[in-house]
């Protein structure tokens, strides 16, 4: 193992870091005469949870919505003196968590784990590729920084059966771009746990080139970063013609890994709120498939070009909204596709649309974070890369995917709930439940898929709950897990570990003051003003184009009306402009259809009326649900009842474009599509109680 990851860090170095070396020192050069802002280590990923979990709560506080991980230490410094004027003992703990990053060099994490386990072999979520059944794990990492923009990083996770190199890189460049070279880590999503489906800590870090940054341009708050990582692919034989090949290209089958290009591109216009989008791209590795760079400049941008017939293509909609109030919370959705959509190549397929939802204070000891996703089938199964978009036979993106049989193509949906509790007596106590129901009406692999045949056997709701305990110990945090649950196959599962990392706090909660709260756990922050929420109440007329399979007629409904709720938050951002999040459901044609708005803008005209537009993602629920992004403009008369203040009048017009539906039931009619498109035209007039 050891000498495979050898070969192919020299492998990497030859192709990818060696030929851009001089260009690496020019810019570092360039950056330092230029007194730019120094480049950023980064806070291990799912490696140490409980302090993770702090700096969470502390972005969350400072108004930052960051859209991706792992977290630059740069950034979470920027962030603590407005965190501080609102929780000042997280602030202490997690600055003193920091200090570690503040020297020439040192190490930064070392934690070591040993478990009694039993029970079913199941992937846990977001480990980096560890099971169950493992019975130890270790992991460190530490650096040496010459320069304020040069950084060499030395890490690895191991466990039984696999040693990796993550957190091993070489980092040069400024805040505004930084490249890094090794074992880095990514996670290109909003969610914390549940639904990150594009890319994770699900499975090994892969090799990678890097270019990102931590400190946002211009006055939109630009933000990007762009990877090039290496797949390792199973051995298994995935249906080639021969054993052991893994790439399927014009009945051609042969062996080879796979690049993976990665981007996301986001923008942070106004304090709480970002936007962002991402994408991912599988190619090359096989015999007769192009991977040159030209490939990928030239197709990476045109989802429905070459990039669809001879690569793997994933894209995602990202979005995160922090509501600064006296219990401040964050929400964030996340829209993605394994491919794109009839209509454009804007248009996500295979859609998967995910949720969440975190309050990093919940009076004075209590934290909460829920999540939610929901995926349609193909996700992580390809007819060329008949591994899928995979590294080590674990899935890339959501750990939701890697519970069912490897290479099944069966959508899902996963929860996750998180409490943490910080006790009198110290420490940290977090409880978790996660559960994942696959889908029931169509299970099987790719080839399956093709000819229509159903999974032999149902699977099993899987579930897990842990409680964990951790606490400063002298020099060390010392802490223990305990898990249980049920896979899918219907086994349960135990496992007990304690662990003891690198670099205990100097102090519990309990020795700490400048709580910033009063006596009852409010914060001396009264919250941003012009900051609310509101629940709306109506109804709605609608209309809905049907096209079922690309050659039967296309019919359209008599225009319908149905109830209307919403629920939604928003906060000032100018004088007159709001931005806020919503989540709105009504009945149309008989169906539920469930919007989530990610931009929710308003304008105001004075006291009396505004302006609205917005976008966002649908789940239309039909035999199966459909999915895709919809958008309109509103009106609101503001205060209407005069006397009684908080009261709107609004009304909005609404449309949802190709709403995707696949055709996975027996009883759906066959035609050249796999999937039909509904149009769904809307008008709403409803009352918005503001609070």
């Known amino acids: 193992m050891v000498r495979s990851q050898r070969g192919i860090v020299r492998s990497w170095y030859r192709r990818l870091v060696r030929p851009i070396a001089p260009l690496c020192a020019a810019c570092a050069l360039g950056v330092a005469a230029a007194q730019a802002d120094p480049l950023s280590a980064y806070v291990p990923l799912n490696l140490e949870p409980e302090m ?37 003992a997280l602030c202490a703990r997690v600055r003193r968590y920091l200090e570690r990053y503040s020297h020439d060099y040192g190490v930064t994490h070392a934690s070591a784990t040993a478990a009694a386990t039993g029970g079913a072999h199941v992937v846990l979520p977001n480990q980096h590729g ?3 059944n493992d019975d130890w794990e270790l992991s460190a990492s530490g650096y040496v920084q010459p320069s304020d923009y040069l950084l060499a990083s030395l890490g690895g996770v191991a466990y039984s059966g696999r040693t990796q190199a993550t957190g091993s890189m070489l980092s040069v460049g400024a805040s505004w771009a930084q ?56 051995s298994a034989n995935s249906g080639a013609s021969l054993p052991g090949n893994n790439i399927l290209y014009q009945g051609v089958a042969s062996r080879g890994d796979p690049h993976l290009f990665s981007m996301q591109l986001s923008i942070e216009p106004f304090a709480g709120w970002s936007l962002g989008f991402n994408r991912n791209l599988e190619y090359g590795g096989g015999s007769g498939l192009p991977s040159s760079a030209r490939f990928l400049l030239r197709d990476f941008f045109k989802p429905s070009g070459q990039s669809q017939t001879q690569g793997n293509q994933e894209a995602s909609y990202v979005s995160r909204f922090i509501f600064p ?3 401040p919370f964050a929400v964030y959705f996340q829209y993605a596709g394994e491919d794109n959509s009839n209509g454009g190549s804007y248009l996500l397929g295979n859609a998967a649309l995910s949720a969440g939802i975190d309050f990093p204070r919940i009076g004075r000891h209590f934290d909460a974070t829920y999540e939610i996703a929901e995926w349609q089938n193909i996700w992580y199964v390809h007819y060329i890369f008949l591994d899928g978009m995979t ?25 996750m709930l998180r409490i943490g509790w910080e006790p009198p007596f110290g420490g940290y106590l977090e409880a978790r439940a996660r559960t994942l129901a ?59 570990a304690a662990f003891v990392r690198y670099g205990g706090e100097g102090r519990s909660r309990a020795d700490d003051t400048g709580y910033g709260a009063n006596d009852d756990g409010e914060s001396n922050s009264t919250g941003a003003r012009g900051a609310g929420w509101f629940v709306d109440a109506g109804v709605n007329a609608n209309q809905v184009r049907v096209d079922l399979n690309g050659s039967a007629p296309i019919t359209k409904s008599s225009v319908a009306f ?38 929710d803008w308003r304008y105001r005209y004075g006291d009396g009326f505004a302006l609205g537009l917005f976008a966002g993602a ?24 005069g006397a009684l203040p908080g009261w709107d009048l609004g009304l909005d017009f609404r449309h949802g474009q190709n709403i995707a539906r696949d055709k996975v039931l027996p009883t759906d009619i066959s035609g050249p599509r796999p999937d039909s498109f509904y149009k769904i035209d809307s008008a709403v007039l409803y009352l918005s109680r503001n609070f």
């Open 52 to 88: 993770e979990r702090q700096i969470e709560r502390v972005l969350i506080l400072a108004d930052e919505p960051v859209l991706k991980r792992p977290f630059p230490v740069e950034l979470v410094k920027a962030a603590l003196p407005e965190a501080c004027r609102k929780d000042a």
């Open 130 to 132: 560890l099971t169950g």
């Open 179 to 234: 490249l890094d070279a090794g074992y880095r880590d990514h996670w290109l999503s909003p969610m914390t746990d549940t639904g990150s489906m594009l890319f994770s800590t699900e499975s090994p870090t892969s090799p990678s080139v890097t270019l990102s940054n931590w400190e946002p341009l211009t006055r939109l708050g630009f933000q990007y970063e762009l990877a090039l990582s290496r797949l390792s692919q199973t």
């Open 325 to 327: 109030g006296k219990t």
């Open 391 to 415: 590294n080590y036979g674990d899935v890339l993106g959501t750990w939701g995917a890697d519970q069912r049989n490897f290479n099944d193509g069966v959508g899902a949906r996963s929860q």
């Open 438 to 496: 696959n889908q029931s009406y169509y299970g099987g692999n790719s080839r399956q898929y093709s000819a229509g045949q159903p999974l032999p056997f149902p699977y099993y709701h899987f579930y897990d709950v842990s409680l964990t305990y951790s606490r400063p110990w002298g020099g060390v945090t010392v802490g223990a897990q305990a898990t249980a649950g049920r896979d899918v196959d219907g086994d349960s599962f135990t496992r007990f």
């Open 562 to 599: 149905g109830a209307h709720f919403g629920l939604g938050a928003r906060r000032a951002v100018s004088a007159n402009n709001d931005l806020g999040v919503r989540v709105e459901v009504d009945q149309v044609d008989g169906h539920s259809l469930l919007g989530v708005r990610a931009l």
């Open 618 to 641: 649908d789940r239309y629920d039909l035999a199966t649900p459909a999915y895709s992004i919809y958008f309109g403009g509103g009106l609101q008369w503001r205060n209407f009842l």
